[in-house]
């Protein structure tokens, strides 16, 4: 199985960018369809953007044209380029990772890391 690691997280102020690393480590991440997800305080973990086996992608409509998902498969890493940061961007980062197909549902991802804050001042 595999495992996955977040970095990259930390405190930024609105409109400006961070860039989160998803590493893997047991087996090659791009058999796996790779997932972003947040989760701020009193709230669900909600779906960023998801990026499966054939580089095809998938993003919330909140994110959408902020964020970019992409994947290094010599690194074994899934990124999430942020830019024109909010301060509802807000949250503890979640990178997961499920066989084959992307979904944007968190309860069909198998395998999770730990999470990564983001702070987005205003």
């Known amino acids: 199985q595999v495992q996955v690691v977040e970095s990259g997280g930390g405190l930024v102020q609105a409109g400006g960018s961070l860039r989160l690393s998803c590493a893997a480590s047991?087996?090659?991440?791009?058999?796996?369809?790779t997932g972003w997800f947040r989760q701020a305080p009193g709230k669900e973990r909600e779906f960023v953007a998801t990026?499966?086996?054939?580089?095809?992608?998938d993003y919330a409509d909140s994110v959408k044209g902020r964020f970019t998902i992409s994947r290094d498969n010599a690194k074994n890493t899934v990124y999430l380029q942020m830019s024109s940061l909010k301060p509802e961007d807000t949250a503890v980062y979640y990178c997961?990772?499920?066989?084959?197909?992307?979904?944007?549902?968190?309860?069909?991802?198998?395998?999770w890391g730990q999470g990564t804050q983001i702070t987005v001042s205003s």
């Open positions: 997961a990772a499920r066989p084959l197909a992307f979904s944007r549902y968190p309860g069909q991802y198998d395998y």
């Open positions: 047991g087996r090659a991440l791009h058999v796996y369809a």
């Open positions: 990026i499966n086996t054939s580089d095809g992608t």
